[in-house]
């Protein structure tokens, strides 16, 4: 993977963690079309979009360091999704 593309991937993933961040902090996420989502009063869909963050965030970061999907997926038996 080229340098700049991994450059990208880190400043992706230092976006992603200062809005997850931010959301965890004021308590309000922002979804598809910035549709926000209270902690208060959507506590399911805050939380599956604070995880989605947190695992767009890991898989960033994995690629960024020069790891591939094949390796991120292994653990888990899911290597056979990118062949």
């Known amino acids: 993977m080229p340098l700049y593309f991994r450059i990208l991937l880190g400043c992706l993933a230092i976006a992603g963690a200062g809005f997850t961040t931010r959301a965890l902090w004021t308590g309000i996420v922002y979804g598809r079309n910035w549709t926000p989502y209270s902690r208060d009063q959507q506590p399911g869909m805050f939380a599956v979009l604070v995880f989605g963050n947190l695992v767009g965030i890991t898989v960033c970061l994995w ?10 997926l292994a653990p888990f038996g899911l290597s056979g999704l990118f062949r």
């Open 63 to 72: 690629m960024a360091a020069g790891y591939t999907m094949d390796d991120f």
